[in-house]
DNA sequence: CTGAAAGCGCTTACAG
DNA sequence: CTGAAAGCGCTTACAG
């Protein structure tokens, strides 16, 4: 009579309630087919009457499995990551699993301690989009060979995929660029920059290489004093703008690291006294909602972070119910890189 | 031979590796004092020798006690949602707990479900933004007497706080909204509408309320077909800008539900030849870092969405800590309501 | 169709 | 300072 008052209930209190065993109640809890029908209603309504829910914790342990997969990102408030983090959410909560969210803030040091503490709540398997400048070999070693793993959105240097088995998920940054950098030629521009992102980014290079391709495509020299950079945020990207236009002549148009760029810069031409869209041209790189509304329209290609992120949960759930998909020695690593080219398949 | 080739180490086999008690092992895992110094040192050599991973879930079941918090909101892809939730696992981790995410796209059906399966997952506590429409009373049964709760921006209709104890954070949004109509005023501006947001929703009515409010102070009479609804997000509030300028004399500054609504409506002005800030003028709602570039600057006093994530955690964190500030059966309702007002003591 | 027993990986008194 | 035993809330064979 000390602490047991309130107690919650467990399943040897509902079995105890309706006279029972509790392997029966467990029964009961899973669907099984063997209890009898009347038996199934006396447990059930025991279980409403005490309140009881399901310890899914110990039962994972008995099982000796999880219901959880890691999802650890860099930075929650940008729109990117949110679209995709919210993909992966949504497929899997669909596939009954739960997600437990990690951010980095980009610092290798905070990834290895968020990534230590969420290992020990033992998920199924981990999203992880890399902190810039992670080491591959220090994550291999956290992370362990038990895990299906699947990095997101950068691959970290010298990373041994074979070794590791690692899948890799990435949005094709360099056709967009590219793709956004025709659209823009298309219309007639050839003073096209290239502005936001840091070039020690590998999402950003790989953005600049397919704008440097769109360019050679077109016999159009390359002007290094119109690569601007800037973080990719949007108040960094709008404090930028003026780097555009110190030379004469000036760009007409600009490619965009990102979304979050883009709508700085529009943001840095109106307060200019500039139009962007016909004083300028400005289209997005990634399919941010927001960015629909955007003029002139943006090439309809980019890809779609949050898709991605329901890709992202399907493979990894597929890795971690066949887990033969998977084996502990692997001779080929198993990577997939969704590609926009896919016919837009990833939508 | 058959299963054991490749199992997890436990801490029965650190243990065994270096000829100690299980017990042994795991006071050196919490870092007692107890065992000698020399006995230490072997212990921590064999884990790391065998790639030991503490198996949380197993201790806390043991312990009777969970290391997780579940965060239960809307729409990630909202950056306001997305701003709290970075706070909000900022300060749960830097607590050592980890993240449960769970999200509803506003649908209560979506919410239960979400809700009964994290609670199966048996988090500390709970923040949960409750869905459009949500059921006080759906929701108490659903959450029990027994986790500490903090509900988020929106108040379920008929909640009665004393008999559940919850928390409850909001950000304040008619101050907001009644700052950012005074300042519109002191610019000058008599004809100002108020853009966005649905008027079923109860942060929306009382922005709307602060906007009357200020109008009233000034005795500005407040012209109905200003209220202009449209869904909260970009897309919808670019595509409604028509709606302001139907009626000749048209307003010439509109307060905005939140930024979403306020970038809408600055790209639709701008789509159809307006310059934002001089032919209108447009000042956002929440604080969050893209606005600081919009023009003219915002008032610097909404809330700060980061911030109150990190505050709802703390209180969360606080009452699972100490459950005496949460008694099973309590008179009075501990229910709190953070203030802009308090001298700005969010940041 | 139901019950008694063992065990998942830990922690917690309790002896020594 | 260390070891043997019981137990957290479940599931899983194995008998009946």
């Known amino acids: 009579m000390k602490k047991t008052e309130h107690a919650r209930p467990t399943l040897a209190d509902i079995a105890k309630g ?24 006396r ?18 342990l008995r099982k000796r499995h999880s219901t959880s997969v890691a999802l650890v990102i860099n930075d929650l408030s940008n729109p990117f990551f949110a679209e995709f983090a919210t993909g992966v959410d949504e497929a899997l909560g ?11 803030s980009e610092s290798p040091e905070r990834q290895r301690g968020v990534l230590s ?26 992370l362990g060979a038990r895990t299906p793993v699947l990095l997101f959105n950068r691959e970290p240097a010298n990373t041994d995929w074979a070794a590791t088995g690692w899948d890799y998920l990435a949005l094709d940054n360099r056709r967009g660029a590219r793709l956004a950098t025709e659209h823009l030629i298309t219309h007639g521009h050839r003073r096209i920059a290239f502005f936001g992102g840091h ?18 495509a077109h016999h159009i020299p ?3 004093s119109w690569l601007i950079e800037t973080a990719p945020t949007r108040l960094e990207a709008a404090s930028h703008v003026g780097a555009l236009f110190v030379r004469d002549p000036a760009p007409t148009a600009a490619v965009c690291y990102n979304d979050a760029v883009a709508l700085g810069l529009m943001l840095g031409l109106t307060a200019r006294g500039k139009h962007p869209g016909q004083d300028f041209a400005v289209p997005g790189s990634d399919d941010i909602p927001e960015c629909a509304v955007s003029t002139p329209p943006l090439p309809p290609l980019a890809p779609d972070p949050r898709a991605g992120g329901r890709q992202a949960a399907a493979r990894i759930l597929e890795r971690v ?21 896919s016919g837009g398949g990833l939508r």
Chains 1, 2 share one sequence.
């Open 222 to 224: 390359m002007e290094p």
């Open 117 to 142: 503490s969420l290992l020990e709540h033992r998920p199924s398997g981990i999203i992880l989009s890399p902190a810039e400048g992670s080491d591959a070999g220090q994550l291999q070693s956290l």
């Open 321 to 341: 119910r066949r887990p033969e998909v998977n084996p502990v020695r692997r001779s080929a690593p198993v990577s997939l890189i969704i590609r926009a080219s």
């Open 43 to 60: 447990v059930e309504a025991e279980m409403k009457r005490q309140g009881y829910v399901y310890n899914r914790a110990a039962a994972d």
């Open 199 to 216: 070039s020690d980014s590998s999402s950003c290079r790989e953005r600049r290489k397919g704008y440097a391709e769109a360019l050679a």
């Open 94 to 104: 669909a596939a009954g699993y739960v997600t437990l969210l990690g951010s980095t």
């Open 18 to 41: 309706c006279g029972v065993s509790r392997a029966t109640v467990s029964l009961v809890l899973r669907g099984s087919p063997l209890p009898a029908a009347a038996t199934r209603r």
